[in-house]
């Protein structure tokens, strides 16, 4: 029998102590022992649940306790989860944890703590919740030279543009509604800013390509610009919109970015609506490769953990290997990548708008759609982004506009 503990009984927490109830026979046969919940440490009561008599407010209990060989961590935010994480690791317990802050920020640490110590520090749920892809990427793609990962990473995100997509609503309207489902926070800045998918294309990152990707140095934009108008011209072109995480490497050169992005309908994460997740990895061996399914939920999180605290009850005392080394790794600048521009803006006279786009940006695509007067909408050839950039800053200054309403990335 191996005795472990839950740091934390919110929706993840309790949604682990169920799964570990329900399917404690064919969990216990995986694991090849029987697995004891110990300990649940939380600082509220929960009188007449199943989790009242091991309930614990001290972690130290759970830290002191020898028996105690996996933590499951599913707190959220960084303190006191690190803390408690490297306490537990520097005592010999393996942890597990659905915590993409605390990865995010010291993943490469902790690993090498569980290193060497000889156990285990796993993350499966912090990125993609149910969705299996830090295995893969750590044990099933290590023949690969991983040279891409892109994503749709944010449950929230995915389902507010799918919505938006289909019924013609704007963003505030659909972020209510998102709220109201429990699909979004009150706050739901993490989410609709990107930061939340930033974390995790940070962790991909770093283990696809062995080395600490900072989620600081990752560009960000998020969907909150985008609006019911630019989802007209989307589908007048043949496009979806998404929030897509994405990490490239070329020329032994990598970059990373997040932000809403017009894909093609022949593009593989076109499909993905709704709060579904799904993660596009090129190899240079096994070519393209898909994971799919809900990213986040409790259900869907606490499997992931539990298959953690089983993986982690297999290899007592013996680590599984993790190629992510504490080194910094430098992104190169979004400035170099080439990029399409889609640009919406105001127009007093169409005529003279588009003599003076041509003269900044010369060949483009101009988009009109029936519905949409007194504006201007038209996509860039590819270019630097840098370059990009300084075109779009000149139009501000010279063209006869009162804003310009919209830039969107394109997908070459």
């Known amino acids: 029998m191996v005795d472990v503990a839950i740091l934390g009984y919110g929706t993840v927490g309790s949604g682990v102590v169920e799964v ?25 009561e929960f009188p007449g649940t199943p989790i009242e008599n091991i309930l614990t407010k001290d972690y130290e209990d759970i830290l002191n306790d020898s028996s105690v060989k996996v933590i499951a961590e599913v707190m959220g935010g960084v303190e006191p989860a690190y803390t408690f994480v490297k306490k537990a690791l520097l005592k010999g317990k393996s942890v597990v944890t659905s915590n993409k802050e605390l990865v995010a920020r010291h993943g490469a640490e902790l690993l090498q703590i569980a290193k060497d110590n000889d156990i285990n520090f796993l993350f499966e749920a912090s990125v993609g919740g149910g969705i299996p892809i830090i295995r893969p990427l750590n044990q099933s793609l290590t023949a690969d030279e991983i040279y891409e990962i892109t994503g749709i990473l944010n449950g929230t995100t995915n389902f507010i543009l799918s919505k938006m997509a289909d019924e013609g609503l704007d963003f505030e309207t659909v972020l209510k509604e998102a709220q109201d489902r429990g699909y979004a926070e009150k706050n739901p800045e993490a989410d609709v800013e990107g930061f939340d998918a930033c974390r995790k294309i940070a962790i991909l990152s770093s283990l696809a390509f062995g080395m600490q ?98 993986d982690a009850v297999k290899h007592l005392e013996r680590n599984i290997v993790s190629f992510w080394s504490t080194n910094k790794m430098e992104l190169t600048s979004i400035e170099s990548v080439s990029s399409r521009y889609f640009i919406r803006l105001d127009s007093k006279s169409n005529e003279i708008t588009r003599k003076q786009i041509k003269s900044v940006f010369n060949d483009v695509e101009f988009v009109k759609i029936e519905d949409v007067n007194n504006e201007v909408a038209f996509i860039t050839e590819s270019e630097e982004e840098g370059k990009l950039k300084q075109k779009v800053e000149e139009l501000k200054n010279n063209i006869v506009t009162e804003d310009i309403l919209s830039v969107i990335r394109v997908d070459k």
């Open 20 to 44: 570990l109830t329900t399917n404690k026979e064919s969990i216990n046969k995986r694991a090849g022992k029987k697995i004891n919940l110990k300990y649940v440490l939380d600082l509220r």
């Open 213 to 310: 990707v900072d989620f600081e140095d990752i560009y960000t934009e998020g969907i909150t610009k985008i609006s019911d108008v630019d989802m007209m011209y989307a589908k007048k072109l043949g496009y979806d919109i998404k929030l897509l995480a994405t990490s490239k490497k070329k020329d032994q050169k990598v970059y990373a970015m997040v932000s809403p992005m017009m894909i093609n309908k022949d593009h593989p994460l076109s499909n993905v609506n709704g709060v579904f997740n799904a993660i596009f990895v090129k190899g240079n061996v096994i070519g393209d490769v898909m994971f799919y399914g809900k990213g986040a939920g409790k259900l869907p999180t606490a499997s992931a953990v539990v298959a953690d605290i089983v």
